[in-house]
């Protein structure tokens, strides 16, 4: 929807499609301690690997639509 409107709001995308990954990242590792806590290490290891395969099914999906132009830090 946002990207359809005009290209004044890809700003607003690129910030948006990062903040998904840092609200991630906000819940997935105090969610990992309290599983590890509670001996639960496998369960931990499975929230990990499924948070890793979406911040990199994430990064891919984000650079075929917005290009280099999204990564243009990492230079």
């Not at 948006?16 to 599983?35: K, R, S």
């Not at 806590?37 to 369960?43: F, H, P, Q, V």
């Not at 931990?44 to 639509?65: F, M, R």
Request: glycine share 8%; charged share 10%; hydrophobic share 50%.
């Amino acid at each position: 929807m946002l990207l359809s409107s005009s290209e004044k709001n890809l700003p607003a995308v690129y910030v948006l499609t990062t903040a998904l990954g840092l609200v991630q990242l906000g819940y997935v590792i105090p969610i990992y301690h309290v599983l590890l806590r509670w001996g639960r290490r496998y369960a931990g290891y499975g929230l990990l690997t499924a948070a890793c395969s979406s911040l990199l099914s994430n990064a891919v999906i984000d650079y075929h639509l917005f290009g280099p132009a999204m990564f243009h830090f990492w230079r």
